[in-house]
């Protein structure tokens, strides 16, 4: 079955660096990788996806990567504020005939320190 | 437009006692899904329904059962409550098809003692 491992668990960044976080799925038939990231006390919201035809994409000072061949895929945040500070999941889904399953990874505690 | 609601917010259970876990959604959304949060561990699919009358299992779903009877509701049922059950459920919903985003519900927090 589908598998994806997220890196780091816990990452601390200055106000103002980069972060970036990793994740690694098993099933090539993956074809959706969407991040979510979740406030404290909250439900995770989608903040950019990304689909398998498709290398990078970026909104504003997020951004995504994925490389279909080693299989991993990754979320990069510039310039990071305050308000980053959240746990980020990405997740992947495989779409077959009429069904669909999405699997998520561990989780980054991601903290930006003022 | 509530999008998709669960309840309750907060339960405490003995061992051993059944309840269900209610999601509704208003998005007219074909996929449905509940996961559990625990520390370190992320989100794990337990079942997940691509319409009505049609369910299936996910990553965990020893313990748990679902029923799939509209389009808009998703209960998902605890028939004997084990304190390994204790975590936060979230029901997800997304529009059927490739690459759509889930929308969650707000999370139960489920105590089993």
């Known amino acids: 079955g589908e598998n994806v491992e997220q890196h780091p668990s816990t990452l601390s960044v200055q106000e103002g660096d980069s972060a970036v976080i990793k994740c690694t799925y098993s099933?090539?038939?993956?074809?959706?990788f969407p991040w979510y990231k979740q406030e404290l006390g909250k439900r995770p919201q989608l903040i950019i996806d990304i689909r398998s035809n498709v290398g990078e994409k970026k909104d504003q000072r997020i951004a995504v990567t994925l490389n279909k061949t080693a299989k991993h895929f990754s979320l990069h945040i510039t310039e990071t504020q305050p308000e980053d500070s959240a746990v980020y999941f990405c997740?992947?889904?495989?779409?077959?005939?009429?069904?669909?399953?999405?699997?998520f990874g561990s989780g980054t505690r991601l903290l930006v320190r003022p | 437009n509530a999008g998709v609601t669960q309840t309750p917010k907060f339960q405490v259970l003995k061992t051993g006692q059944s309840m269900t876990l209610q999601c509704a959604q208003d998005?007219?959304?074909?996929?449905m899904s509940w996961y559990r949060q625990d520390p370190g561990m992320g989100l794990r699919l337990i079942h997940y329904s691509v319409g009505a009358g049609i369910t299936d299992q996910g990553e965990v779903p020893n313990g748990y059962n679902v029923s799939r009877s509209t389009t808009e509701d998703f209960p998902l049922r605890l028939l004997s409550a084990a304190p390994s059950q204790t975590s936060v459920y979230f029901c997800?919903?997304?529009?059927?098809?490739?690459?759509?985003?889930?929308?969650f519900g707000q999370g139960t927090r489920l105590t089993v003692v």
């Open positions: 099933d090539s038939a993956s074809n959706y």
């Open positions: 997740a992947a889904s495989i779409t077959m005939d009429s069904s669909y399953k999405l699997i």
């Open positions: 997800a919903s997304s529009s059927q098809g490739f690459g759509t985003e889930a929308f």
């Open positions: 998005m007219n959304h074909e996929y």
